[in-house]
C-alpha cells in the first residue's frame, strides 16, 4: 500500500525557514520521483519541486534559490527545505510519488499533478509579513 505523510508546516513570519517532511511507506520509497506541490486557496496545484531516486533535482523558478528538496533513503524521508519565505509561499503543500521517472525528467513548470498517482494529506503553511 502506497502511503505518503506529511509534517513540518506550520506559521512563519517571511523571510523565515521552515522544514516540511514526507515519511514514505518502504514501498513508496522504492518509486523513482518523488516531489512537493502546493496550493493556495482559488489556485491550481503546482509543482514546487522534484527528485528522482538517484538525487536529481529540478525546482520552480519560484523556488530556485530559496528551497532544497532532499531524501534519506535509509529513513523512507523526502524533505522541502524552505527559506527566504515570503507571503506568497502560503498554500498547503503535498508530498507525491510516481513509478515512473519521467515526471521527474519533465520541465517543472509543465509537470501538472494528475502525472503523480500517490497523494500525502498535505501540510499548510502560512507566511504573514
Known amino acids: 500500500q502506497v502511503q505518503l505523510l506529511e509534517s513540518g508546516g506550520g506559521s512563519v513570519q517571511s523571510g523565515g525557514s521552515l522544514r516540511l517532511s514526507c515519511e514514505a511507506s518502504?514501498?513508496?520509497?522504492?518509486?523513482?520521483?518523488m516531489g512537493w506541490f502546493r496550493q493556495a486557496p482559488g489556485k491550481e496545484r503546482e509543482a514546487v519541486a522534484t527528485i528522482d531516486r538517484h538525487g536529481s533535482t529540478n525546482y520552480a523558478d519560484s523556488a530556485k534559490g530559496r528551497f532544497t528538496i532532499s531524501q534519506d533513503n535509509s529513513k523512507n524521508m523526502v524533505y522541502l527545505q524552505m527559506n527566504s519565505l515570503k507571503s506568497e509561499d502560503t498554500a498547503m503543500y503535498y508530498c507525491a510519488a510516481d513509478s515512473v521517472i519521467w515526471p521527474c525528467q519533465t520541465a517543472i513548470q509543465a509537470l501538472g499533478p494528475d502525472e503523480f498517482p500517490y497523494w500525502g494529506q498535505g501540510t499548510q503553511v502560512t507566511v504573514s509579513s
Open positions: 518502504a514501498y513508496t520509497f522504492s518509486m523513482y520521483c
